[in-house]
């Protein structure tokens, strides 16, 4: 695993924009055209095989939860709860998620976080980077199903002839990428759909409805399940007929609670590292992380014996990720169904990625 420079293509900002790709260069440059990351084949095995394990594990400690109704250890509560239990027994499929993982090319690549309900940067990774690919012939292949596999997953979770909503913050550029590229996959899987923004829909008649009243089905909503239990329509949420993706009870894996929960099941698995809600528990420098943080918020690195914040906090041992001269890179492996399905590369200048953190494509030999 390399970063190498490459030669930008010249119309480069063009050729993404025409694929619908127009925050390449949103808060400074996103998208990276001049570089690559760049692995070998074994090191791609290595990468596909522990994101199936790892979809694993948490699909097995989702059910221990359940099993147990332990659901306080990941500060879930009874409503969230009531969902979970419903949608989990129900075995209400999921698309898609993203583990976030610390991998430099060589020992085990180490799950730093699992998104698992509203996971972004999927455009970029199942089709700008592939695109790029297919112009620049940098390297001779890139671990990327991830269009062919979501197309192919949609049959797996809708009933035949349903109609398909989607919502989200569409005023946010990545949201609405992310939204609209799902929505064209299921189109291309033979599905009717419809947008909508998230602040558009409404309550009628015991069922949400779009603008237009018509009742929604089946929704894809990008937007955390912790924030719609907030919501004003969230008691309408056990009686409403609506089927949701990502279903319930990914709330079970979308926190980072989960992770102390897996160290505690699968203690010292080479694709795990130590975490805990107690930072006494791990020896060395910890990552301190909010329980529902997103996009790198307030997440923290400490030595050990450091002063450290209080609250809903998750610690985890602190993996240094591939570090060269783009700054410190993360590997988003996708998952989709049960399937690990392709890679995207994010880098920053810094240890923590956030939403501003750049997306590189890959390569491999």
């Known amino acids: 695993m390399r970063r190498i420079a490459c030669p930008p293509r010249a119309d480069w900002r063009a050729r993404v924009e025409a694929l619908g790709f127009d925050f390449h260069s949103l808060d400074g440059a996103y998208w990276v055209d001049d570089a690559c990351y760049r692995f070998d084949s074994r090191q791609i095995d290595r990468i596909e095989a522990a994101t199936g394990e790892l979809h694993q594990l948490c699909l097995e400690a989702a059910a221990h939860v359940v099993e147990r109704g332990d659901y306080a250890q990941l500060g879930l509560d009874a409503a969230a709860a009531t969902l979970i239990e419903r949608s989990w027994r129900a075995r209400e499929p999921a698309v898609y998620g993203r583990f976030d993982l610390a991998y430099d090319g060589y020992g085990e690549p180490k799950l730093l976080e699992y ?4 996971p972004t940067s999927l455009f970029e990774a199942a089709v700008v980077q592939w695109y790029w690919l297919e112009d620049t012939r940098v390297g001779s292949d890139q671990f990327n199903l991830i269009h062919e596999r979501l197309v192919e997953r949609w049959p ?22 992310t939204v609209d590229y799902l929505r ?28 237009d009243e018509r009742p ?10 912790e924030w719609m239990l907030q919501e004003a329509f969230a008691e309408h949420l056990p009686s409403a007929p609506t089927r949701w993706i990502e279903p319930a009870w990914k709330q079970l894996l979308s926190n980072k609670s989960l992770l102390p929960l897996l160290w505690r099941l699968f203690p010292g698995h080479p694709n795990l590292l130590p975490a805990s809600h107690d930072p006494g528990d791990i020896d060395g420098a ?18 050990r014996g450091q002063a450290l914040g209080t609250g809903e906090t998750v610690y985890q041992a602190y993996a240094p990720l591939y570090s060269g001269i783009g700054g410190h890179a993360v590997l988003g492996a996708w998952v989709v169904g049960d399937r690990a399905a392709g890679l995207g590369v994010r880098e920053d200048d810094g240890p923590v990625t956030r939403n501003t953190s750049r997306f590189v494509p890959h390569c491999f030999d």
């Open 286 to 303: 910890v990552v301190a992380k909010p329980r529902f943080g997103r996009e790198g918020e307030d997440v923290r690195i400490f030595e």
């Open 115 to 118: 998104n698992a309900d509203t």
């Open 156 to 177: 797996q979770v809708l009933p035949a002839h349903a109609t398909v909503h989607f919502a989200g913050c569409l005023e946010a550029p990545e949201d609405r990428v």
């Open 216 to 225: 929604i089905e089946q929704l894809f909503k990008l937007y955390p399940w």
């Open 184 to 211: 064209d996959t299921c189109a291309q899987a033979g599905f009717a759909t419809r947008l909508l923004d998230i602040a558009d829909i409404g309550w009628h008649a015991q069922r949400y409805v779009d603008l």
